[in-house]
């Protein structure tokens, strides 16, 4: 009797730590995340441009944005997700908002007057406030499943290019 409890006990403590540790590591990713512009002229395309919405629109030479959002990884699992970002640009505040999509197809409202997205409507998650260049923040949130937009809101800076997907998987 004595060997099949300390049997038990011993199994029992071998797998506790093993299972915390399995879960902590399945549930948890670390997004690295890149805000860029290409200087000082990349305001200067505002009005040149077809604004881009959410879709590649046919005929939209993407090599011709002046600012974008690079991820390190386009995907990741469902769970707790850290996104940390660094505004790469040399002289242009910029931030990170996060919005789940329920289409990719379907573009954000953009209100052409204020050139910005409408952060309400667009079901925003959270965000990174505005980074001086060269600063860093983050934002951890839990994420289901699904396909979101990371994108920036300072005025124009969407229509330029500025925002990426990101895919969350089971």
Sequence with gaps: ???????????????????????????????????WDKGATSMDMMGKMPAMGIMMTPGV??????????????????????????NDSKNLLHE???????????ALFYDTKTLRVDEEASGDLGEVSELEPGKTGSLTLELKPGSYILFCNIPGHYELGMWTLLTVTK
């Design 96 to 106: 990170m908002l996060v919005a789940p999509l329920a289409d990719p197809a379907v």
């Design 61 to 86: 030479d993407m090599k011709m944005v002046t600012m974008g959002i690079t991820l390190d990884t386009a995907s990741v699992p469902a769970g707790k997700v850290t996104l940390n970002a660094t």
């Design 1 to 35: 009797m004595k060997t099949t409890a300390r049997t038990a006990a011993a199994l029992i403590a071998a797998l506790i730590p093993a299972m915390w540790l399995g879960a902590a590591q399945a549930a948890e990713s670390t997004i690295n995340v890149s805000l």
